[in-house]
């Protein structure tokens, strides 16, 4: 029986919360008829269907439907603004609400319709953005900045992307201009690992070091932080190997290690760039996962008593734990020797901690974006 009523009970609330959530929607706005007939209530749109939105002066008002040639403009208390406007949209001329991305002397404004986002660029009137006239159409407010001119090409057909030419032309700041981009690294390392006199029970010497020259090659995704200039998050997945050896010698006993490695590093560093030319300065730094795939380790131990020597081999006597966390950092050059395309050149450290041991890591990169 309770079977039953939860089988009925959960399509039922599903079918309520659905019924209910346009009243979810609701918030504090204003509506604009004409140039100055402004009212204060609740507003209820669905940025799907442009044409129309819904208006409450109080919470138990009737609902009133205004279509977009009816207002002039209406917006939310948190200063979004929708603008009763005729435009092409998708191929018919059509009054819609538009949304406003930028103010200033870069308008820009925003459809989301069924079909997608359209973008309108408020010169001398609408003119609908697409990719094929987006460069041309944004150029002259790109011509007095010799930065912004060179940096155009990067400016692409989305709302974060425009939103930030926007804001920066209306600002008169010439950042760096932010891209979503991905690529292949390359890192050349030197890597010291210094082991705790604890980390295994056969170790005879105390604490020491051991030094491993490798390499690594990986993937990378670069993602701009839109709301803070010069600011981006560098994800980075890379594989490599790792060769380690030393020996320890006394009088009453020697000991020849070696550990051998295969890992995966994982790091989401923030970057910030310090310029925006076509050389760019940048630092960086920010966690890094390290994971163990595969390893072994072996020891030789010789033990010299009274003349006689005895001779131990350890298999697997030393081992690291799979996964262990740290901290990367670094600087750099990001050269771009095409519009939208750069090669990388970086300096960074590392400081890994795992159980008994600490990895310490030196390197020379090289990213090429695709």
Not at 80 to 106: C, I, N, P
Not at 212 to 232: K, R, T, Y
Request: hydrophobic share 35%.
């Amino acid at each position: 029986m309770n079977r039953k009523n939860s089988c009925f009970t959960l399509p039922l609330f599903l079918m309520l919360l659905l019924g209910w959530s346009p009243s979810w929607a609701q918030s504090k706005g204003y509506i604009v008829q004409g140039d100055t007939a402004y009212t204060d209530g609740y507003i209820q749109f669905d940025r799907r269907k442009p044409f129309q939105v819904e208006f409450q002066r109080a919470k138990k008002s009737p609902v009133e439907t205004y279509a977009a040639n009816e207002l002039t403009e209406f917006g939310y208390i948190d200063s979004t603004r929708y603008m009763a406007r005729e435009v092409e949209y998708f191929g018919e001329k059509r009054m819609l609400f538009l949304r406003e991305l930028s103010e200033g002397e870069l308008n820009l404004y925003e459809a989301h319709g069924e079909g997608g986002k359209q973008f309108y660029l408020n010169n001398s009137n609408l003119t609908q953005l697409t990719k094929e006239n987006l460069q041309t159409n944004l150029q002259p407010y790109a011509v007095s900045s010799p930065s912004w001119k060179r940096q155009l090409p990067r400016v692409r057909l989305s709302e974060q992307s425009l939103r930030y030419f926007a804001r920066n032309i209306n600002k008169g700041k010439n950042p760096k201009m932010s891209m979503l981009s991905f690529g292949a690294v390359a890192s050349f390392n030197r890597s010291t690992m210094r082991v705790a006199s604890n980390a295994y029970s056969e170790n005879g010497f105390g604490e020491y070091s051991m030094t491993s020259e490798n390499a690594e090659a990986g993937i990378f995704v670069e993602s701009p932080v839109w709301q803070v200039n010069n600011l981006s998050i560098v994800s980075q997945l890379s594989y490599g190997k790792m060769a380690y050896a030393t020996t320890r010698i006394s009088t009453p006993l020697d000991q020849h290690i070696q550990l051998s490695l295969n890992f995966l590093k994982l790091s989401i560093t923030p970057r910030y760039y310090l310029n925006a030319n076509r050389v760019s300065f940048y630092v960086e730094a920010g966690p890094e996962l390290f994971y163990v795939a595969e390893q072994s380790s072996n020891m030789l131990e010789a033990k010299h008593y009274n003349n006689t020597t005895s001779i131990h081999e350890h298999e697997d006597v030393f081992q690291l734990q799979k996964a262990s966390f740290g901290m990367v950092a670094g600087a750099g050059l990001q050269i771009f020797y095409l519009p939208k395309h750069y090669i990388n050149l970086g300096l960074g450290t590392g400081h890994v901690v795992g159980k008994g041991y600490t990895i310490n890591n030196f390197s020379t990169s090289i990213r090429v974006n695709l």
